[in-house]
């Protein structure tokens, strides 16, 4: 089976991480954004992903070599030169999606983030003998979303309905799909949008069904969402996988620490903590709901919360860094400094304290 990943654009939503490296690059409970999605599609007999990217493809290529062999999966570029919306990409990548086989091939967006349940959705697919399946999840405010009206006995899917003002139901497309190669007779290779002009004609035609995503969801394209994701992440692996997650006295609740990090005498870690590889964390630290990124280093006494801590970046002794806080890569947090809220670009020296949230370019 193949997949295709909607790498897309330029990830301004988490800027500053992104002017490093392209979005799916970004770190995410210690390994990129778009690593846990390859692993689950090869864990369910997926051999080639294939990347739609308009943006530094060398860059996300050339980083991905070296899973293509640890992974055993073939990883390719489909490059659009010009923005081709969430339905084009499929008609520009046809020719390495369609192999003669017949098999259905899946279509991810790149920011979402979930337990990946790929094999039921396989079996779902196959069980009801539609064009497409996709993929929805329940939230507790429809009206923000576009919901999908569907039927509940057999997941057929009845219409769309965008960011509806009374209640038609509680689904919203989660970003995962299965389709047949036939969807891709219905897409010009011009700018569509899989969601609001190909997939309400599949609906059309009765040949669009809806599976109901078990598990959590999050799109977690921004920096807030990011951090409730790997709060749900970090849940998800206290329940399938509790060994990967840190334990002793200096850990509150759910923590991801990489081997390769060190850890400092009185710290108090956690809870929804992720320490990626080559981290230092310092004597007596106090860090929550926060991810500090590669390489990075928190001295001693300091105290990160709800942030994100870039590459190869310090937070100072005796530092306070909160309330979304993000450091881009190598940024330097001086001692005794409070940032509330900074966003900071790469390579920055920060030597006065953020005292509301705002840009430090």
Request: hydrophobic letters at 40%.
């Amino acid at each position: 089976m193949k997949a295709l990943i909607l790498v897309g654009g330029f990830g301004t939503r988490l800027r500053p991480l992104t002017l490093s490296v392209p979005k799916p690059l970004v770190d995410f409970g210690n390994k990129p954004m778009i690593l846990h999605q390859i692993e689950a599609l090869k864990e369910v007999g997926v051999t080639e992903v294939v990347l739609a990217i308009n943006y530094q493809p060398e860059v996300m290529l050339n980083f991905l070599k070296d899973f293509e062999s640890k992974l055993g999966i073939k990883i390719t570029c489909s490059q659009e030169t010009e923005p081709l919306g969430t339905a084009g990409p499929l008609a520009l990548a046809r020719d390495k999606l369609v192999d003669g086989s017949g098999d259905p091939f899946f279509v991810l967006n790149s920011d979402v983030i979930s337990e990946y349940p790929f094999a039921e959705l396989i079996a779902f697919h196959r069980a009801h003998g539609g064009e497409a399946t996709i993929m929805v999840t329940k939230v507790d405010e429809p009206s923000k979303y576009g919901v999908v009206v569907m039927e509940e006995g057999t997941g057929k899917v009845e219409r769309f309905v965008e960011k509806p003002k009374v209640f038609v139901g509680n689904k919203i497309n989660a970003g995962i799909y299965l389709l047949n190669p036939s969807v891709l007779d219905r897409i010009e290779l011009k700018p569509t949008s899989i969601e609001k002009e190909v997939f309400p004609r599949i609906a059309a035609d009765e040949g669009l069904f809806a599976m109901v995503l078990p598990g959590f969801w999050m799109d977690i394209g921004q920096p807030r969402d990011y951090i409730t994701g790997l709060r749900l992440y970090l849940e998800s692996l206290r329940k399938k996988a509790p060994s990967r997650l840190a334990s002793g006295a200096h850990v509150l609740g759910n923590v991801l620490v990489h081997e390769t990090a060190v850890i400092g005498e009185g710290c108090l870690i956690g809870p929804d903590v992720a320490v990626g590889p080559g981290c230092v964390v310092e004597a007596g630290v106090r860090l929550s709901r926060c991810t500090v990124m590669r390489g990075a280093r928190v001295k001693q006494h300091a105290c990160v919360s709800s942030s994100i801590i870039g590459w190869h970046s310090t937070v100072g002794k005796w530092a306070r860094v909160e309330n979304m806080t993000i450091l881009g890569e190598d940024v330097h947090v001086c001692d005794e400094i409070y940032s509330n809220g900074g966003v900071v670009l790469p390579h920055k020296e920060i030597k006065s304290s953020i005292l509301k949230p705002e840009i430090v370019m």
